[in-house]
């Protein structure tokens, strides 16, 4: 009976954080259409590579993508999934959200195998899936590179501390394995926490041991040969390769602007942090460097002092780039909710320590009464944000044609033999336009300035509308907000205008 009420207890336990991180990383993954720039060309990328079965050389409109030049690992479960589940959001973003998931599975499972202590990792999940900056476009809520890159950063960093800790040969090659994934999905992004684990591996003086251990080397070479094989892969295949990473992925980005609005200065990830990505738990951040590296507990003195050197290493590397965009902060999220959890561990252990508690009540519930206060508000806003997804003010126009071509893929809006008028990038539409296609409706882009008589053209964009308005004669065939379908019928006649001689 013991036996049983144990396994039901250990069991309600695990249900519980899995449940909590249900809903902020699985819920509603595909509301919102497909975003421009990157979530769009990683989907455009993914959708080729299903169609053509090139795994090797992405492609964008039938040519190898020299744009975006990351290595293909997110586009690969892309591909899986699209395999199993159809080309739509979920198949783009799904790969994401489990990355997610198991980035909240290890920091339980290190809390449990290196504290054996189940709150401290859970508490880690709570501040991670709480974070705005985390849970958010680009993140863990769209098909983008960066929380995958964070499971796998994550993973490595933790195992190499594992290593300094216990210097197993098999934490060293799952340090190497993590470290080659981390580049096979994002580049040199993979390797940005190196420095710091350098640091701290001289720090608590194991640095020379490493180096003189042949699982080292042979962990170094099995790295190469999976990163570095497949950079050499690809440029067998795509000669130029190289060269269009060099540019796009390493010194390009970190030694210039890649536009003038992506430069902000070096503290933009720190306001960013403190009003919005992490507004909830920022200061509380710094709560668990001080605690931590004060702490009488060793082992908690040396997980503190390992995560503020990650966090404080990726927070300077980023911050010193010319190229700064919002999302490169989101690897640090880990580091951080651990931080975060060694000071809210702290108050959770006085608490359950109190001895006023102890003697009074029959189950002392303060130290958990005390956390569910801590995170309900935080909690409850990531479900407003994630339970109906919603668009930003913003954004509303922009994206309106992305949700009208998800109503066309279900059937709701007749496009067959017509044309999307777009000024601009448009990956994020030719997204839906595949899948029309595919479905064997037949609608394409045109050039908004060449069209015909007897073109039926659906127009979302105030210019293009214009454009047509000023230059042909038309009639509306439909109208869905603010996306007009137009029937041409043909060029206005120009009134001739003697011209004038200055």
């Known amino acids: 009976m013991n036996t049983f009420l144990k396994e039901k207890t250990t069991f309600f336990k695990f249900l519980i954080p899995a449940t909590i991180i249900y809903m902020p990383v699985f819920g509603h993954l595909d509301t919102l259409p497909v975003r421009i720039w990157d979530e769009s060309r990683v989907a455009i990328n993914a959708y080729e590579m299903y169609k053509n079965k090139d795994y090797i050389v992405a492609h964008f409109?039938?040519?190898?993508?020299?744009?975006?030049?990351?290595?293909?690992?997110?586009?690969?479960?892309?591909?899986?999934?699209?395999?199993?589940?159809?080309?739509?959001?979920?198949?783009?973003?799904?790969?994401?959200?489990?990355?997610?998931?198991?980035?909240?599975?290890?920091?339980?499972?290190?809390?449990?195998?290196?504290?054996?202590?189940?709150?401290?990792?859970?508490?880690?999940?709570?501040?991670?899936?709480?974070?705005?900056?985390?849970?958010h476009v680009h993140a863990a809520r769209t098909g983008d590179y960066d929380a995958m890159l964070t499971l796998f950063t994550t993973a490595s960093g933790l195992f190499f501390f594992a290593?300094?800790?216990?210097?197993?040969?098999?934490?060293?090659?799952?340090?190497?394995?993590?470290?080659?994934?981390a580049v096979l999905t994002k580049?040199?992004?993979?390797?940005?926490?190196?420095?710091?684990?350098?640091?701290?591996?001289?720090?608590?003086?194991?640095?020379?041991?490493?180096?003189?251990?042949?699982?080292?080397?042979?962990?170094?070479?099995?790295?190469?040969?999976?990163?570095?094989?497949?950079?050499?892969?690809?440029?067998?295949?795509?000669?130029?390769?190289?060269?269009?990473?060099?540019?796009?992925?390493?010194f390009g980005?970190?030694?210039?602007?890649?536009?003038?609005?992506?430069?902000?200065?070096?503290?933009?990830?720190?306001?960013?942090?403190?009003?919005?990505?992490?507004?909830?738990?920022?200061?509380?951040?710094?709560?668990?460097?001080?605690?931590?590296?004060?702490?009488?507990?060793?082992?908690?003195?040396?997980?503190?002092?390992?995560?503020?050197?990650?966090?404080?290493?990726?927070?300077?590397?980023?911050?010193?780039?010319?190229?700064?965009?919002?999302?490169?902060?989101?690897?640090?999220?880990?580091?951080?909710?651990?931080?975060t959890a060694v000071f809210l561990h702290y108050l959770f252990t006085f608490l359950k320590n109190f001895q006023w508690a102890q003697n009074t009540l029959n189950f002392n519930v303060l130290p958990f009464v005390f956390l569910f206060l801590t995170c309900i508000g935080p909690y409850q806003k990531?479900?407003?944000?994630?339970?109906?997804?919603?668009?930003?003010?913003?954004?509303?126009?922009?994206?309106?044609?992305?949700?009208?071509?998800?109503?066309?893929?279900?059937?709701?809006?007749?496009?067959?033999?017509?044309?999307?008028?777009?000024d601009g990038y448009n990956a994020h539409n030719l997204f839906y336009l595949n899948i029309l296609n595919d479905k064997g409706i037949k609608i394409r882009f045109k050039d908004w300035r060449q069209l015909n008589p007897m073109d039926v053209v659906i127009v979302c964009q105030k210019n293009v509308k214009k454009h047509i308005e000023d230059h042909y004669q038309y009639e509306v065939i439909q109208t869905h907000g603010n996306i007009i379908t137009f029937k041409i019928h043909g060029k206005k006649e120009q009134s001739c205008v003697p011209e004038k001689n200055f």
Not at 105 to 130: C, D, E, P, Q
Not at 222 to 230: D, R
Not at 411 to 417: I, Q
């Open 382 to 422: 990531i479900i407003n944000k994630t339970y109906k997804p919603k668009e930003l003010e913003w954004e509303k126009d922009f994206y309106e044609i992305g949700y009208f071509l998800k109503d066309a893929i279900k059937g709701k809006h007749y496009l067959n033999n017509q044309y999307l008028l777009y």
């Open 163 to 181: 290593y300094c800790e216990k210097p197993k040969p098999s934490y060293l090659y799952l340090f190497f394995l993590c470290t080659a994934l």
């Open 253 to 339: 980005r970190y030694t210039k602007i890649l536009d003038v609005v992506h430069r902000h200065g070096f503290w933009f990830y720190y306001d960013n942090l403190i009003h919005f990505r992490l507004a909830e738990w920022y200061l509380l951040v710094f709560c668990g460097m001080v605690i931590g590296l004060v702490s009488k507990n060793e082992k908690i003195k040396r997980l503190s002092l390992f995560s503020s050197l990650m966090t404080l290493n990726c927070f300077l590397i980023i911050s010193t780039s010319k190229t700064q965009l919002e999302w490169y902060d989101v690897p640090m999220y880990p580091f951080m909710a651990i931080l």
């Open 61 to 135: 409109e039938g040519m190898p993508d020299m744009w975006n030049t990351k290595p293909p690992l997110l586009l690969w479960t892309q591909v899986i999934f699209m395999k199993i589940i159809g080309v739509n959001e979920l198949a783009i973003r799904l790969p994401v959200a489990i990355a997610v998931f198991f980035t909240c599975v290890i920091l339980l499972i290190f809390s449990l195998i290196y504290l054996k202590n189940f709150w401290f990792g859970f508490i880690a999940i709570v501040v991670l899936i709480t974070s705005q900056g985390y849970i």
């Open 187 to 250: 580049s040199i992004a993979g390797l940005f926490f190196v420095p710091a684990m350098i640091i701290y591996c001289m720090m608590q003086k194991k640095f020379i041991s490493l180096v003189r251990n042949k699982h080292f080397y042979a962990g170094l070479l099995s790295f190469l040969f999976l990163a570095g094989g497949y950079y050499l892969l690809r440029e067998i295949k795509n000669p130029g390769y190289l060269n269009a990473v060099q540019e796009n992925d390493l």
